[in-house]
């Protein structure tokens, strides 16, 4: 993993907390004061620090290695990725209030893998078993494709062509308590902008976000990227479930 920090800021901050140290370019030879070299510019050091944190974070960005077994897999705070069995991403998907589905790179490969999750969601929440909330799904459908593939599966479900966090918190308010909302798919904004849609829309609803609750917001990122994966951006982390073709 790296970590990808801009280098014009390193060279200010270093410049600034140099001069601020006392230390300057002076002729060979030349004594600098006790005082110069014993005491810090408190301006100049709070300049530094707040140029720093004010300058974007490019978070860490890894490679997944995806293979016919391992294709699915979970983040934790944008820290770490772990694989996981098709059949745990889905009890994830089955304890959420609601779920927003991620497109990756290619929009037509993920409507059939959209389809597929939401099959096997579904049928995971009918079934039960350790660890799934009982209840039912419902679907916000931006796509055909899904909204057959709901239909089909005797979902309720509506088509939507835009997404919000007020619109999609309306949406989940009205469904019983232990039932979840599969919003999607759409296309990702990337780790930033998807993170936030989720925040807010977690904050709308007054729930969590991620899978360690029950009842909170998570998204899922159909085939994602799999080389320079950024983990977290704006204090945003990546999707909970990554799930990949293959």
């Excluded at 005491?39 to 944190?53: H, P």
């Excluded at 979902?155 to 909302?181: C, Y």
């Excluded at 969590?208 to 983990?231: K, M, N, Q, T, Y």
Aim: a neutral charge; charged letters at 15%.
């Amino acid at each position: 993993m790296m970590l990808v920090i801009a280098s014009r800021t390193i060279f200010l901050v270093i410049a600034l907390l140099h001069t601020a140290s006392g230390y300057s370019a002076a002729p060979v030879g030349s004594t600098s004061s006790t005082d110069r070299r014993a005491f810090v510019s408190t301006a100049a050091v709070s300049t530094a620090a707040a140029l720093w944190c004010a300058t974007p974070q490019q978070a860490q960005a890894i490679v997944i290695k995806v293979t016919p077994i391992a294709h699915t897999f979970t983040t934790s705070n944008g820290a770490t990725v772990k694989p996981l069995r098709e059949n745990d991403a889905t009890r994830f998907l089955t304890n959420a209030k609601v779920v927003f589905m991620l497109e990756g790179s290619d929009g037509a490969a993920n409507e059939d893998l959209a389809s597929v999750v939401l099959e096997m969601t579904t049928k995971r929440k009918a079934d039960q078993g350790a660890g799934v909330t009982p209840g039912k799904i419902h679907v916000a459908c931006m796509s055909k494709e899904l909204l057959k593939s709901a239909e089909t599966l005797g979902l309720q479900s509506e088509a939507v062509k835009e997404v919000s966090p007020s619109s999609i918190s309306g949406l989940a308010t009205k469904i019983p308590p232990g039932d979840t909302l599969i919003v999607g798919p759409m296309r990702s904004g990337g780790t930033g902008a998807d993170g936030k849609l989720i925040a807010e829309t977690a904050q709308a609803l007054g729930v969590a976000v991620g899978g360690a609750r029950e009842g909170g917001v998570l998204s899922i990122l159909l085939d994602g990227p799999r080389a320079d994966v950024v983990l977290e951006e704006n204090g945003y982390p990546i999707s909970t479930i990554l799930w990949y073709n293959v």
